[in-house]
């Protein structure tokens, strides 16, 4: 998946420090998801943006914030990090077409964790 | 409430074999896509095939094809001829276009391909 990119791909944080994922696309698409994935939760939605300048929560959003100032890029922030928080996360970049041609990309992932 | 189920933890093949896993949704939009990721071991997320909830034929790419039964509410991945390379973890997504788009995640198959 070579139009989607992570930074960083491995974290430790202590409880409370904050920090920033990044996730960048060159693909020009609209739609940008931020997951995390637990095991035997499935990828679960923490926030997503249609487009540049909005964003909107998903299935899990407390203890994260995010911002699509440029179509490019989409950020994942923590704020006050919690152990709850250890976990996988994936960014996706979508551009939905018209039949059965859509794109669909995901980022290699970031493992987190919070001691 | 929008929702992907996949009743299937686990799933075993042998080689050659065909196989389907199970996703069925349930929503009151009628405008939807649904998809079909694989998860290797190895972690990243490869997109595998899309299906419109107005299309008319059921999608297909190489081996892979998407058994879309609309007043079911089901959308099975069907794998042709299994490889040893297949063995990884499936997971059933569907968009949703009411209040700006989201894409949410049913929990995953885990399929073992044996020689």
Redesign the interface.
């Given at each position: 998946?070579a139009g989607v990119t992570q930074t960083p791909k491995f974290r430790v944080l202590k409880t409370g420090q904050s920090m920033t994922l990044l996730c960048a696309q060159d693909m020009n698409h609209e739609?940008m998801?931020w997951?995390r994935q637990d095991p035997?939760?499935?990828?679960?939605?923490i926030h997503?943006s249609?487009g540049e300048g909005?964003t909107?929560k998903?299935?899990v959003p407390d203890g994260y914030n995010v911002s699509r100032l440029k179509k490019q890029n989409f950020l994942l922030g923590l704020e006050s990090a919690a152990p709850s928080q250890t976990s996988?996360y994936?960014c996706?970049s979508?551009k939905?077409r018209?039949?059965?041609n859509?794109?669909?990309?995901?980022g290699?992932?970031t493992r987190l964790t919070v001691v | 409430a929008q929702k992907i189920t996949?009743t299937q933890p686990g799933m075993f093949v042998q080689e050659k074999e065909a196989v389907t896993l199970d996703c069925t949704y349930d929503t009151s939009d009628p405008s939807y896509?649904l998809?079909w990721?694989k998860q290797p071991s190895s972690?990243?997320?490869?997109?595998l095939i899309?299906?419109?909830s107005y299309?008319q034929?059921n999608?297909t790419e190489g081996r892979y094809s998407l058994n879309f039964q609309k007043a079911r509410k089901s959308a099975n991945l069907v794998i042709s001829a299994s490889q040893l390379g297949d063995s990884a973890m499936y997971?059933c997504?569907m968009?949703i276009n009411q209040?700006?788009?989201?894409?949410?995640?049913?929990?995953?198959t885990t399929l073992s391909v044996s020689s």
């Open positions: 998946n739609y998801y997951y035997g939760m499935g990828l679960r939605l997503y249609v909005t909107a998903g299935e996988v994936f996706a979508i939905f018209t039949g059965l859509t794109e669909a990309f995901f290699q992932g | 996949q896509g998809f990721y972690g990243e997320m490869i997109f899309y299906q419109g299309d034929q999608a997971f997504a968009r209040a700006g788009t989201a894409l949410i995640f049913g929990k995953g």
